[in-house]
């Protein structure tokens, strides 16, 4: 059995989650790599309906071991929350650990994103506000706290004492604000490493061990390949990869051991927070696609921005994470348009572009260059095989996959797990 990462293919609320949890039936482990409680999983399974932040989608098998690895920030009180709150339900987390060289999301973290999103006025990000990329930044800095720390707590004294020592200085006296105190987050801190220290492992040979087993392994992703730092829309990104390479590094696994990276899209496009989105739709078909999809943020209930399928970014994408095979989600929310389109080049400056720019300054001023294709005007949430699907709506998948150039293996109609048309097998 082999490893597959599941990669969020565009902006993030791909529809990862769903992909997880249906392929998870067969999964040993499942371990999310990257990001942190900013991510919103949304999962609708025999347990209920679940937006989960941190704790991955594999949760709900009955034997999945669920890995959260070194790449992921973790807010311990949100992670708590979730724990509870999925025990609650009658979820056994029994078979969840976090890897103890994960980085923590600090209070000062989540004050800072806001101090520094109010700094940047007009040019704010729109950030989820959860301390990402302050805990981030710390990590690069070396500044940062680690699960593993919290496992020893006079070393965790001494290092929260030198670093909030300078953060409570810049709280101070560049921002102006009250200083944290030393005794509360300390106390604090202590409390969650006591509620996570059976959690806490070193993760990346039970990762190892897995593998060599010949054991079905998936990777979650988080965000999407279009909010990575180095290729997404630099600065209005999030802070940790989202990519399959970040797989590798916020996993703790080597290239050569990941046999499928499956790009997962959504059938049309969304963005939450600002930057550029070249084939934002802001009339009455963005404003349909937002209402019938009920497109708002799992995790700060953000409306989020809608527009035609991206072809030219889609490619970008899949370039950059080199996708085996996609699955196309939310297909059904294009059912009752009479006509598509399909964003497959930009013009720039009177010149027409064929590949997604560097700059946000440039992606802003691209005007989308459309090609439209017949809609299909008839449901399809209750179709389970593909060649049941409308011909337009075949067409329109085709089309699709040659720009990504990887087969779309997978289509989702519905919210639903068994809202799913399985062309070929994933594995
Ligand atoms: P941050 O990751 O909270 O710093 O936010 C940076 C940017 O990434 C903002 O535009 C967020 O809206 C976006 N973002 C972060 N996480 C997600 C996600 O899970 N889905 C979609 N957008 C996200």
């Not at 916020?250 to 899209?265: D, E």
């Not at 950059?320 to 598509?340: S, V």
């Given at each position: 059995?082999?490893?597959?990462?599941?990669?969020?293919?565009?902006?993030?609320?791909?529809?990862?989650?769903?992909?997880?949890?249906?392929?998870?039936?067969?999964?040993?482990?499942?371990?999310?790599?990257?990001?942190?409680?900013?991510?919103?999983?949304?999962?609708?399974?025999?347990?209920?309906?679940?937006?989960?932040?941190?704790?991955?989608?594999?949760?709900?098998?009955?034997?999945?071991?669920?890995?959260?690895?070194?790449?992921?920030?973790?807010?311990?009180?949100?992670?708590?929350?979730?724990?509870?709150?999925?025990?609650?339900?009658?979820?056994?987390?029994?078979?969840?650990?976090?890897?103890?060289?994960?980085?923590?999301?600090?209070?000062?973290?989540?004050?800072?994103?806001?101090?520094?999103?109010?700094?940047?006025?007009?040019?704010?990000?729109?950030?989820?506000?959860?301390?990402?990329?302050?805990?981030?930044?710390?990590?690069?800095?070396?500044?940062?706290?680690?699960?593993?720390?919290?496992?020893?707590?006079?070393?965790?004294?001494?290092?929260?004492?030198?670093?909030?020592?300078?953060?409570?200085?810049?709280?101070?006296?560049?921002?102006?604000?009250?200083?944290?105190?030393?005794?509360?987050?300390?106390?604090?801190?202590?409390?969650?490493?006591?509620?996570?220290?059976?959690?806490?492992?070193?993760?990346?040979?039970?990762?190892?061990?897995?593998?060599?087993?010949?054991?079905?392994?998936?990777?979650?992703?988080?965000?999407?390949?279009l909010?990575?730092?180095?290729?997404?829309t630099?600065?209005?990104?999030?802070?940790?990869?989202?990519?399959?390479?970040?797989?590798?590094?916020?996993?703790?696994?080597?290239?050569?051991?990941?046999?499928?990276?499956?790009?997962?899209?959504?059938?049309?496009?969304?963005?939450?927070?600002?930057?550029p989105m070249p084939t934002e739709?802001?009339?009455?078909?963005?404003?349909?696609?937002?209402?019938?999809?009920?497109?708002?943020?799992?995790?700060?209930?953000?409306?989020?921005?809608?527009g035609w399928?991206d072809a030219v970014a889609a490619r970008f994408?899949?370039r950059?994470?080199?996708?085996?095979?996609?699955?196309?989600?939310?297909?059904?929310?294009?059912?009752?348009?009479?006509?598509?389109k399909l964003c497959v080049g930009y013009k720039l400056d009177g010149k027409t572009i064929d590949y997604f720019p560097s700059s946000v300054g440039a992606l802003d001023r691209c005007q989308p260059i459309y090609e439209?294709?017949?809609?299909?005007?008839?449901?399809?949430?209750?179709?389970?095989?593909?060649?049941?699907?409308?011909?337009?709506?075949?067409?329109?998948?085709?089309?699709?996959?040659?720009f990504?150039?990887?087969?779309?293996?997978?289509?989702?109609?519905?919210?639903?797990?068994?809202?799913?048309?399985?062309?070929?097998?994933?594995?």
């Open positions: 059995m082999p490893v597959i990462a599941v990669i969020g293919a565009q902006w993030g609320d791909e529809g990862k989650g769903k992909v997880v949890d249906l392929l998870t039936e067969k999964a040993e482990m499942v371990v999310r790599f990257s990001g942190g409680d900013n991510a919103g999983h949304t999962v609708i399974n025999p347990w209920g309906k679940f937006a989960l932040h941190l704790v991955p989608a594999g949760i709900f098998s009955p034997r999945a071991v669920c890995l959260i690895g070194n790449g992921v920030v973790i807010n311990p009180g949100a992670l708590i929350d979730e724990i509870e709150l999925l025990n609650r339900s009658g979820v056994d987390t029994s078979r969840l650990f976090i890897s103890d060289r994960a980085n923590l999301i600090m209070p000062y973290h989540i004050l800072f994103d806001g101090l520094e999103e109010k700094w940047r006025g007009g040019k704010a990000i729109g950030t989820t506000g959860k301390g990402i990329g302050p805990a981030f930044s710390d990590k690069a800095a070396r500044l940062g706290i680690r699960t593993g720390d919290l496992l020893d707590k006079e070393a965790l004294l001494e290092r929260l004492h030198s670093i909030l020592d300078y953060k409570n200085a810049i709280l101070t006296k560049v921002y102006g604000v009250s200083p944290l105190s030393l005794d509360e987050v300390y106390h604090q801190y202590c409390q969650y490493g006591e509620c996570l220290a059976p959690y806490i492992r070193e993760t990346t040979g039970m990762l190892e061990e897995a593998v060599n087993r010949g054991e079905l392994v998936l990777l979650e992703g988080a965000q999407g390949a909010l990575d730092p180095d290729f997404g630099y600065p209005y990104t999030t802070s940790s990869s989202p990519l399959a390479g970040g797989g590798c590094l916020g996993a703790g696994i080597g290239p050569s051991r990941i046999n499928a990276i499956l790009g997962v899209f959504k059938a049309y496009c969304t963005r939450v927070g600002s930057g739709l802001d009339d009455e078909t963005g404003h349909l696609i937002r209402e019938r999809a009920q497109e708002y943020g799992a995790t700060t209930g953000r409306p989020r921005r809608c399928f994408s899949a950059i994470n080199g996708f085996t095979a996609a699955a196309i989600t939310r297909l059904d929310i294009l059912d009752t348009l009479p006509r598509l439209e294709l017949p809609g299909w005007q008839v449901p399809t949430t209750h179709i389970r095989r593909y060649e049941q699907l409308p011909l337009q709506a075949r067409q329109y998948i085709a089309r699709l996959e040659e990504i150039a990887c087969p779309a293996n997978l289509v989702c109609v519905g919210p639903e797990r068994e809202q799913s048309i399985l062309r070929k097998p994933l594995l």
